[in-house]
């Protein structure tokens, strides 16, 4: 029987990096998707200059959607936040060795959730709400790549 994962992949499922939350975090992400049951929440400890000093997740999932949030948090420690909003999910799984193709949506997820985060550390620092057309500001509307959004969307469905 073929291996579904890569070694990297299962690396990073069995030894996941940053797992746990951080109490006082700085912004909270959360995204599910109801179909699979994966959700994904991401802490951000940002300091004064915008830098993510520290970042943790907390995964309900599969392996790919535990990978990928570990691949995330591990990709984002130290860029500043405009750097980590650079990242799409396409990196991620890339950096992860790839992901089968209906795992694709996990690391979708993991890149939501990340702006999810984002997006929460911004309205609490400005003091008001602020959302683009999905919910959420931060500069993700320019980021999705039509064919990767389609291939995550579609992928998601098939589980």
Same mark, same amino acid.
């Given at each position: 029987?073929?291996?579904?994962? +890569? @070694?990297?992949?299962i ?5 996941? #990096? +940053? ?9 909270? $992400?959360?995204? $599910? +998707?109801?179909?699979? $049951?994966?959700?994904?929440?991401i802490?951000?400890? &940002?300091?004064?200059? *915008? ?6 997740f ?15 948090? *591990? ?7 405009? @750097?980590?909003?650079?990242?799409? +999910?396409?990196? &991620?799984?890339?950096?992860? $060795? =790839? ?12 890149? *939501?959730?990340?702006r999810?985060? &984002?997006?929460?550390y #911004?309205? #609490?620092?400005? =003091? ?6 999905? =919910?959420?500001?931060? =500069? ?6 039509? *064919? ?12």
């Amino acid at each position: 029987m073929q291996q579904m994962y +890569n @070694e990297k992949v299962i690396d990073y499922f069995m030894n996941p #990096r +940053n797992v746990g939350d951080i109490s006082d975090a700085d912004g909270v $992400g959360e995204v $599910g +998707n109801p179909r699979c $049951g994966d959700v994904m929440k991401i802490y951000l400890d &940002v300091d004064e200059n *915008e830098i993510i000093r520290d970042v943790k997740f907390e995964t309900f999932g599969c392996a790919a959607a535990i990978a990928t949030s570990s691949m995330a948090t *591990e990709m984002v420690k130290g860029l500043s936040i405009d @750097e980590a909003l650079k990242i799409t +999910n396409r990196e &991620v799984a890339n950096e992860l $060795g =790839g992901l089968p193709a209906e795992k694709l949506h996990c690391s979708l997820l993991a890149e *939501e959730a990340l702006r999810a985060a &984002v997006a929460n550390y #911004r309205e #609490r620092k400005s =003091g008001a709400a602020v959302s683009g057309p999905c =919910g959420i500001t931060c =500069g993700a509307c320019d980021q999705f790549d039509e *064919e990767e959004r389609y291939i995550a969307e579609t992928s998601r469905a098939a589980d």
